[in-house]
């Protein structure tokens, strides 16, 4: 299987910022905020690489990858695709909302937004990780 590296690195940012999600969920729900706030922003840190290594993938690529597979496969890869895409780059304003309400000690507002944007941000990661599955790895023969 000849996978491109790039493909492959987003996916593993993606499923870095999902651990990192988990993480400071789990911290703040112990009541360490330093934990979290480190995860957290390990979580942003690693989404923004993600795009940046996706955004240069694009730009310099002209391969497009097909998703192969038939039938119920099909609709389930386009299923997931045509959820992640749009709330990928909605989520995008919010996560930076939260990280400035955070930083500015308004965690009432911070809560309010992370209390959907949490759930949001974990499944575009998870999302992300089964698109690249789909395409790269689990790919008919």
């Known amino acids: 299987m000849n996978v491109p590296i790039l493909p492959t690195i987003n996916a593993s940012l993606n ?3 999902g651990i990192f999600l988990l993480l400071g969920f ?3 729900k112990r009541k360490d905020q330093n934990r979290h706030k480190f995860f957290m922003l390990c979580a942003f840190v690693s989404s923004i690489l993600f795009l940046c290594a996706y955004v ?3 730009a310099t690529t002209h391969i497009l990858t097909h998703y192969q597979g ?3 496969k099909r609709g389930v890869y386009f299923f997931i695709l045509g959820t992640h895409t749009p709330l ?3 989520i995008v304003p919010f996560i930076i909302m939260a990280i400035r309400y955070a930083l500015k000690g308004q965690f009432d ?3 309010r937004i ?3 944007l949490y759930p949001t941000w974990v499944y575009v990661s998870i999302t992300g990780v089964l698109v690249y599955l789909m395409l790269y790895v689990f790919r008919p023969a």
Do not use: N
């Open 15 to 17: 499923a870095l910022a």
């Open 26 to 28: 789990l911290a703040i």
């Open 56 to 58: 240069y993938y694009h």
């Open 70 to 72: 038939q039938g119920i």
């Open 88 to 90: 990928a780059v909605l």
């Open 109 to 111: 507002k911070h809560t």
């Open 114 to 116: 992370t209390r959907w």
